[in-house]
């Protein structure tokens, strides 16, 4: 079963050395926790490029069944009893996004695929990468731009996603006022994405419309899965 008409991608700032701390309460209690309401936890992630922000992404069938799954997690038993431990490794929770997606690959985890079990603690070695990009929040024809020029110089991709334009009905948790396009592609080791690309005229090309097209600059993602993510 494909997931999802409706994605959070998460990012959080936590206090320095207690990443770790946060990941491994995440895993044992708000995967099956948060999945129980029913969400999907597509992935959980350690940002490669710094040591201090936690990455994740779930899934819901609909915004209506966001709305109901998120008030059921935050306010049900799991929440009330982990929270003041999550709240405390973490400071800032606030860089979240509403997505919807364009297209999924078959990489991208779909609902009913395996996860390791409570307890996993050996971490993948393979490497989630992707970018976000910050478009204009009108239709310049950017995601088509995207799709035409950009996605044959990519390696396969497990996910497009973009902006769901639409009110946010869970507002005890912020999202970022922004319109953008995520891509995301996985990879066995970094060593088999590290200069992909970088070394390519076209590629170079691309990346300069792209620029010209953003309204500000794109963030880059490397991320490594948690012992339990199931985007691996």
Same mark, same amino acid.
């Given at each position: 079963?494909? !997931?999802?008409?409706? #994605?959070?991608?998460?990012?959080?700032?936590?206090?320095?050395?207690?990443?770790?701390?946060?990941?491994? %309460?995440?895993? @044992?209690?708000?995967?099956?926790?948060?999945?129980? =309401? $029913?969400?999907?936890? !597509?992935?959980?992630? &350690?940002?490669?490029?710094?040591?201090?922000?936690?990455?994740?992404?779930? $899934?819901? /069938?609909?915004?209506?069944?966001?709305?109901? /799954?998120?008030?059921?997690? =935050? =306010?049900?038993?799991?929440?009330?009893?982990?929270?003041?431990?999550?709240?405390?490794?973490?400071?800032?929770?606030?860089?979240? %996004?509403?997505?919807?997606p364009v297209w999924?690959?078959? +990489?991208?985890?779909?609902?009913?695929?395996?996860?390791?079990?409570?307890?996993?603690?050996?971490?993948? $070695?393979s490497v989630v990468?992707?970018?976000? =990009?910050?478009?204009?929040?009108?239709d310049d024809g950017?995601?088509?731009?995207?799709?035409?020029?950009?996605?044959?110089?990519?390696?396969? %991709?497990?996910?497009?996603?973009?902006?769901?334009?639409? +009110?946010?009905?869970?507002?005890?948790?912020?999202?970022?006022?922004?319109?953008?396009?995520?891509?995301?592609?996985?990879?066995?080791?970094?060593?088999?994405?590290? $200069?992909? #690309?970088?070394?390519?005229?076209?590629?170079?090309?691309?990346?300069?419309?792209?620029?010209?097209?953003?309204? @500000?600059?794109?963030?880059?993602?490397? %991320?490594?899965?948690?012992? &339990?993510?199931?985007?691996?």
């Amino acid at each position: 079963m494909e !997931c999802c008409a409706v #994605l959070d991608l998460r990012q959080y700032t936590v206090f320095p050395g207690r990443r770790d701390e946060l990941i491994e %309460l995440f895993d @044992r209690e708000f995967v099956e926790g948060q999945e129980a =309401y $029913g969400m999907h936890l !597509c992935g959980q992630f &350690r940002d490669l490029d710094d040591e201090d922000r936690f990455v994740w992404m779930r $899934g819901f /069938a609909s915004l209506e069944a966001r709305a109901e /799954a998120l008030n059921g997690f =935050y =306010y049900g038993p799991t929440w009330k009893a982990h929270a003041a431990a999550a709240n405390a490794t973490m400071r800032d929770s606030d860089n979240a %996004l509403l997505l919807r997606p364009v297209w999924f690959g078959p +990489e991208f985890p779909a609902v009913d695929a395996l996860r390791p079990p409570v307890g996993s603690e050996e971490v993948p $070695g393979s490497v989630v990468v992707g970018a976000v =990009y910050h478009r204009p929040s009108v239709d310049d024809g950017f995601v088509e731009f995207f799709l035409s020029e950009v996605v044959p110089l990519l390696p396969p %991709l497990a996910a497009v996603l973009e902006t769901l334009p639409a +009110e946010n009905n869970f507002p005890a948790l912020p999202l970022r006022d922004e319109t953008v396009l995520v891509w995301l592609a996985r990879f066995d080791d970094e060593s088999a994405w590290e $200069g992909q #690309l970088s070394s390519s005229a076209e590629w170079q090309e691309v990346t300069a419309e792209l620029d010209r097209r953003c309204v @500000r600059p794109a963030q880059e993602l490397r %991320l490594r899965p948690t012992a &339990r993510s199931q985007f691996v």
